[in-house]
């Protein structure tokens, strides 16, 4: 008898926590993605504002399956799925296409950024969801400064050394608070004709609160950890539109304002990936209105046990007063259940009866974020602290949730010499000003796989 064959779509943290929870000998396993590595999201911003490498926080898939020698890592972008003849399509390049059969397939295919019906933001306000995203961030935040220097009027000095970070959730609080470091301290004495701490740092939320999943002790306290640093915090504003040298916000129906700013930075809303909606328009399930797919108890597609979707494409409420959040633990947790389900079924021969495997359940293991150097806040276990404890708490959780040994050693040299130093060593302008003002990459504006 063939192997099972489980085709496994995406390599982020569901799918790959998915694939390396297999331990049968007869379950072969292929996952397909379209780049080649695993991307530790939650450490991107720290790419962004020159904290550490790319190659920190991310690492080839082929390395991370090298012990499974039925894992099989295919590079290539899925451009459909075929329900009923069990088959992935995959684009390999230069117009190749070809289908790849399943017995299981678990789709693991992640979200994109969300601009709430304006796409044309993107090219203005860069999203924080690939390396690509990152560096072309960093490369813009760091222009800004040498721009600013060159520069002779105070309006554009001004407009040049304003940024704008849209949305308070962890990225945007994370993010905000690494550009107030980077402008107070990393630059300090580093030019000539400006002084990089006059930089304004405007962090706009539309919610009432910053961070506002968070319990209202924690966003109070985070709210002033920001202001110390310096952060604007603009809560109950949304943003109306952006120009390229301003954006335009609004509070209410009628409070109105327009800041000039070159540097508009995008952390609010996601978007799942078009995967979804594939699956549903081929099968009996539904989306929300993010685009994501509402799935069984079991995590599997309605009408369609052999079809599992997880992670941040995955709309997963039962039992629950709200879905599941698109949070890395949930996507890890998901991939290593439903991995155990299909062994089980496997050793009972019961394929096609979702009715026998027990129901996922969320294990939550708590909430944190950090906002700077000694500053975070975290709820665990009900407990909820903040400061210096919650910060170390912050570094310990994700320096061991990096997918490799080597990563984390890396890492914790890195952040150990910038603490010290208080210096930012991967300051670099990785491409030619002219493209300050260019789209990213058309494989980055994509939905990560």
Same mark, same amino acid.
């Given at each position: ?6 085709v &496994? ?50 690492t ?7 012990? %499974? ?22 684009e390999?390049?230069?117009?190749? @296409? ?21 796409p044309?933001?993107? !090219?203005? @306000? ?5 390396l690509?995203?990152? #560096?072309? &961030? ?19 000095? %001004? ?27 990393? *630059? ?11 930089? #304004? ?8 609160r ?15 950890s920001? !202001? ?14 952006? !120009? ?13 304002? #327009? ?28 989306? +929300? ?7 069984? /108890? +079991? ?5 369609? /046990?052999?079809?599992?979707?997880i ?5 997963y ?12 633990a949930?996507?890890?947790q ?55 404890f919650?910060? *170390?708490?912050? *570094? ?6 990096? @997918? ?7 890492? *914790? ?23 300050? %003002? ?12």
């Open positions: 008898m063939a192997d099972h064959h489980v &496994i779509v995406g390599g982020g943290f569901g799918g790959l926590c998915a694939a390396r929870a297999f331990r049968r000998s007869a379950t072969k396993v292929t996952m397909i993605d379209r780049r080649n590595h695993h991307l530790f999201q939650p450490l991107l911003y720290q790419v962004a504002t020159g904290g550490l490498s790319p190659a920190n926080i991310a080839p898939l082929r390395s991370l399956l090298r012990g %499974r020698s039925k894992a099989h890592v295919r590079l290539g972008e899925v451009t459909g799925i075929d329900l009923e003849r069990r088959r992935v399509l995959v390999a390049g230069e117009g190749e @296409a070809n289908a790849l059969e399943y017995d299981s397939l678990i789709v693991a295919a992640g979200a994109g950024q969300s601009y709430f019906g304006h044309e933001w993107a !090219e203005l @306000a860069p999203g924080l969801k690939s690509e995203d990152a #560096t072309r &961030i960093r490369r813009n935040v760091l222009l800004a400064f040498e721009r600013a220097e060159l520069e002779s009027s105070p309006e554009r000095i %001004r407009a040049l050394l304003t940024f704008a970070v849209v949305g308070a959730g962890p990225t945007g609080v994370e993010l905000a608070g690494a550009l107030a470091e980077i402008s107070k301290r990393t *630059l300090a004495g580093e030019f000539r004709n400006i002084d990089p701490a006059m930089a #304004t740092i405007l962090l706009i939320e539309g919610a009432e910053v961070l506002p999943s968070f319990p209202e002790v924690l966003s109070r306290k985070a709210t002033d920001l !202001e110390q640093l310096g952060v604007t915090v603009r809560t109950g504003w949304i943003v109306e539109h952006i !120009e390229p040298m301003s954006i335009v916000i609004r509070a209410g129906e009628s409070e109105r304002q #327009t800041v000039a700013c070159d540097n508009v930075l995008w952390a609010a809303g996601v978007e799942a990936s078009p995967l979804g909606k594939a699956l549903c328009e081929a099968s009996a399930a539904v989306l +929300d209105r993010i685009g994501r797919v509402v799935v069984e /108890p +079991d995590c599997s597609l309605a009408g369609r /046990p052999e079809v599992f979707v992670g941040d494409l995955a709309n409420g039962h039992q629950l007063e709200r879905p599941l959040p698109g949070l890395a949930v996507a890890m998901q991939g290593r259940y439903v991995a155990r389900l299909i062994e089980t079924r496997l050793s009972e021969g019961t394929v096609q009866d979702q009715r026998q495997v027990a129901p996922f359940r969320y294990l939550d293991k708590g909430n944190m974020a950090t906002i700077g150097r000694k500053k975070a806040v975290a709820e665990i276990a009900g407990l909820r602290f903040s400061g210096l919650a910060w *170390l708490t912050w *570094l310990f959780v994700h320096l061991m949730y990096l @997918a490799e040994f080597q990563n984390r050693v890396l890492v *914790l040299v890195q952040w150990g010499w910038n603490y010290v130093t208080r210096n930012r060593s991967a300051r670099l302008i990785t491409q030619p000003p002219a493209d300050k %003002r260019s789209p990213p990459d058309a494989s980055s504006a994509r939905s990560t796989l």
